[in-house]
Antibody, heavy 123, light 108 residues
């Protein structure tokens, strides 16, 4: 059974870069059957999809964040990462890494989630 | 963007009762690409249903999903104490952006 674990700083200053890593165990980021991505949830609020990436099929990201967001995969370490530049207080949220199955060219739901990492943007 | 509207906002029921949660999309979802998630306090969401009606691995059969087009339903046939939680629907019919509903709180 796959396990996802987020790691990274819990506090980021405004205008700086938020970077998180998701370590995958019990599975491989090189699998052709999955995308790997991120979802966030501001405290006490709803869920927002951020983006996903595959090691060989490219990816996609939320148009509202596209210019600031990068999702990348490191196959040598079996992990994937999130990078969000020029953060503001509105980026304060719990960030979840997720696995997104790809079945018969169909994808879009998230079948495994990390426990979440709270990132606060504040000076 | 496709907007998902969940109703009711809060649903108050008792263990053993049947729960019916609604999710309405602002336009028809391609191939009924809709998922449901459960989120308990302090936990990550958990996938319940994908493709509108397919139960995820390990999900009890008291959970079922139905619907098509713009109107979708999550039904919990007999509520167990652990089912009282937040529920979100999510559409992936748009290849441009995935969106979530605002959630329904199921409370005792």
């Amino acid at each position: 059974q796959v396990h996802l674990q987020e790691s990274g700083p819990g506090l980021v200053r405004p205008s700086e870069t938020l970077s998180l890593t998701c370590t995958v165990s019990g599975g491989s980021v090189r699998s052709d059957g999955f995308y790997w991505g991120w979802v966030r949830q501001p405290p006490g609020e709803g869920l927002e999809w951020l983006g996903y990436m595959s090691y060989n099929r490219g990816g996609n990201s939320n148009p509202s964040l596209q210019s600031r967001l990068t999702v990348s995969i490191d196959t040598s370490k079996n992990l994937f990462s999130l990078r969000l530049i020029s953060v503001t207080a509105a980026d304060t949220a719990i960030y979840y890494c997720v696995r997104q199955p790809l079945i018969a060219e169909t994808s879009g739901w998230f079948d495994s989630w990390g426990q979440g990492a709270l990132v606060t943007v504040s000076s | 963007d496709i907007v998902l509207t969940q109703s009711p906002g809060t649903l108050s029921l008792s263990p053993g009762e049947r729960a019916t949660l609604s999710c309405r999309a602002s336009r028809t979802l391609f191939r009924n690409y809709l998922a449901w998630y459960q989120q308990r306090p302090g936990q990550a969401p958990r996938l319940l249903i994908y493709g509108a009606s397919n139960r995820a691995t390990g999900i009890p059969d008291r959970f079922s999903g139905s619907g098509s087009g713009t109107d979708f339903t999550l039904t919990i046939s007999r509520l167990e104490p652990e089912d009282f939680a937040l529920y979100y629907c999510q559409q992936y019919g748009s290849s441009i952006i995935y969106t979530f509903g605002q959630g329904t709180k199921l409370e005792i």
